[in-house]
């Protein structure tokens, strides 16, 4: 059924609200204000837009509606910053039941082209070899290599990859026979060194033609200086498998964020935003207000970016990460950035303040940044043992960080909010808030 209608406001996930006989729904592709005409029969559509709004701008993705990735692609970017600090000013009034001044979440100038990752799912369709992104909500892949938010050097690298394997006539993975060669082919890129890291997931280690095959890739492009292969046989739609094997160059990239040198592997968890996480941390940190005396505890650290970048203003830094690998990476670059004032430790950061509070270790400030699950209310009952001076909560997911701050607030004052756009055209937003002890 057809029924035009006005949208009235955001919803939490920032979808546009309309009302029919005072049931609430959600559509995307639209903007407050506008009358629109929705299909409301089963998946709520959008079917036309009648009254645009002065806000919209014109979509250049061929797959918008497909991809389901960039729903705020059709919004001028400056209202994208908008709808952001409004979604937070809303969450943190709900949260607390007070109204908090948020500056305008911190902006790209150019917010295109900024993914310094992506993974090439691979398709036989009617004998042809597809290769792109999924569906939204399905597994159905879209052929396309030229998404706007990605590094345009990652978005050729793998055009031309895909062009290699029908090439080479390799056989590719059927999800649903299990049977075949290839499945992904994972890029990054650092637009810092220009390095691209080319990982091929493949099912077997071994395949007719591998030397000649990495050959070719060598030569696309000169700054390819490292490919991977990663074999994953699992039945699952997990990207990368466990083994793995360097066929060409290192096998790793770096990047370089606010003059320190990073690492990045197939498997390393890295900010997919490299200018943005520049702007991310550097708003952390001068939040955090450091002193050479002080101890800093990184939670959730990754490969240890922010201790690292943190490590020269301070007496020491202790930076903890549950995944192994990433521990690794983590020493690795302080040996590269020559910083031997932070001690990286393999661990789940409850347990780990848990023995830290247990040992009446001291800490003056602790800057965070969990995953969208956000924290655990016996980590923040240990932060309030140990009571550093300052907490400086990084988050990707504002709603479980509103929730775990409702914990520390007998403690500790809300001083700063500020959202950081990670994602331009994307739902997601990325959040820091300055605690400060009372
Ligand atoms: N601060 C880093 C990483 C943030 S992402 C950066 O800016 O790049 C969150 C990190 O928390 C991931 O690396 C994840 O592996 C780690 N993590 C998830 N659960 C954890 C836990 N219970 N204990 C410690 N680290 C955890």
Redesign the pocket.
Known sequence: MKKEVVISSYSENLKGLFEINKNKYEVNGVIPGEKVLVDIDKKIKLINVLKKSDKRVKVNCPIYDLCGGCTLQHIDYKEQLNIKTKWLENLFLKAFNKHFNIPLVLGMKEPFNYRNKNQMVLKKEKNKLIGGMYQEGTHNVIDHNNCLIQDEVINKVEEQIKKLIIDFKYSIYDEDKKVGLFRHVLVKRSQATKEILVVLITTSLDFPGKNNFVKAITKLNKEITSIVQNVNNRKTSAVLGDKEVVLYGPGFIFDILLGKKFKITSKS???INSLQ?EV??SEAIKLADLKKTDTVL??????G??GLIVANNVKKVLS????KD?VKNGIDNAKYNKINNVVFVN????K?INNLAANNQKLDVIIM???RSGS?VDFLNAVKRIKPRKIVY?S?NPVTQVEDLKQLLSMYNIKHIQGVDMFPHTSHVENIVLLEIK
């Open positions: 968890f890295y900010q996480t991310l941390y990184d939670a959730y650290a990754g490969v970016t922010i903890v990460e549950i995944v990433a661990d789940d950061a409850t780990y940044d969990p995953p655990t990084v990707c």
